[in-house]
């Protein structure tokens, strides 16, 4: 799901070589909040590519929809108007994230991204004292306990993510400012920790 005004282009798009090598794989599932009905499709141009999803996703049983993802996912296609509203929704939420951040919690940066309502904060100038693979966790697990805020630790995306928390942003305006605001109260008690 990108920022308004910007078109995602898939990559093997770009290439005939690489569309002609390359597994796509799509699904209406967190843009449209129907993963429940696993609703996923997976196409190659590739003939021998091909054989080898068919066989593997109907061993796996994931080669059939049931009888409800068709049709949510037709809606779910659909719905243009709803989606240009809801990345609109999501672009403000994230300016509203890096505003609160530069001006309140200025240790915490925004990284930029084009799209998704997944961001990430680099959290790197708290990281005083922890070993690699210990400070996401740390800081995550200390933002739940003192003030009830559940971010996601950076690190559970690899190594490279420990100095990161993940944060989502799909939801009210007023919930997001709640939770900005007990993130600045829970940054505050980490750096005055014991």
Do not use: H
Not at 80 to 86: G, S
Not at 156 to 184: H, S, T, W, Y
């Amino acid at each position: 799901m990108t920022d308004p005004d910007l078109k995602y282009v898939p990559f093997a798009s770009l290439d005939d070589e690489l569309s002609d090598n390359s597994i796509n794989c799509i699904s209406p599932s967190k843009t449209f909040n129907i993963a429940g009905l696993q609703s996923s499709a997976v196409f190659t141009r590739s003939k021998e590519l091909y054989e080898v999803l068919e066989r593997q996703l109907s061993i796996d049983c994931f080669n059939q929809p049931n009888i409800f993802s068709i049709d949510a996912t037709i809606a779910a296609y659909k719905s243009e108007d709803w989606l240009n509203e809801l990345k609109e929704v999501l672009f403000d939420n994230k300016m509203i994230v890096d505003d609160f951040l530069r001006s309140e919690i200025p240790e915490i940066k925004l990284v930029p991204a084009n799209a998704t309502y997944l961001l990430w904060l680099d959290c790197s100038d708290l990281n005083k004292n922890f070993e690699n693979g210990e400070f996401s966790n740390a800081l995550s697990e200390f933002l739940r306990k003192e003030v009830s805020l559940f971010l996601s630790p950076g690190v559970q995306l690899g190594q490279n993510g420990d100095n990161f928390l993940r944060m989502n942003i799909a939801c009210p305006e007023e919930l997001l400012v709640e939770g900005l605001n007990a993130l600045k109260e829970g940054i505050e008690k980490f750096k005055i920790r014991k």
